[in-house]
Nanobody
Framework: QVHLVESGGGSVQAGGSLRLSCVASESTYNYYMAWFRQSPGKEREGVAAIDSVGRTSYADSVKGRFTISKDNALNTLYLQMDSLKPEDTAMYFC?????????????????????WGQGTQVTVSS
């Protein structure tokens, strides 16, 4: 069973940037992975996904501002977040599972992911 540990969250002013990292306990070479977020009182939503061949997919709300990437040599998933907005404030979760699911198929579908991190908090002030 793979373990996922997120880091990089924090507090930033609107317009600022953060980079989240998610380190896996084993090789992510044949995994599809994603970032989700959840705010108090709201459902968990998909932010970005990347598949085993490096294709990516993004939620409309973050397109052009967030970039997902994966370093298989380091077993690490990243989320570069630029031009942050107060509405980006949430707990961000890393998720993963083995297989050939494409990023477009995986984006936002919680049921496709069997492994989850504990989350890292991102707070954006106006």
């Amino acid at each position: 069973q793979v373990h996922l540990v997120e880091s990089g969250g924090g507090s930033v002013q609107a317009g600022g940037s953060l980079r989240l990292s998610c380190v896996a306990s084993e090789s992510t070479y044949n995994y599809y992975m994603a970032w989700f977020r959840q705010s108090p009182g709201k459902e968990r939503e998909g932010v970005a996904a990347i598949d085993s061949v490096g294709r990516t997919s993004y939620a409309d709300s973050v397109k052009g501002r967030f970039t997902i990437s994966k370093d298989n040599a380091l077993n690490t998933l990243y989320l570069q977040m630029d031009s942050l907005k107060p509405e980006d404030t949430a707990m961000y979760f890393c998720a993963a599972d083995r297989g050939q699911l494409s990023a477009i198929q995986a984006l936002g579908v919680i049921a496709y992911f069997g492994y989850w991190g504990q989350g890292t908090q991102v707070t954006v002030s106006s």
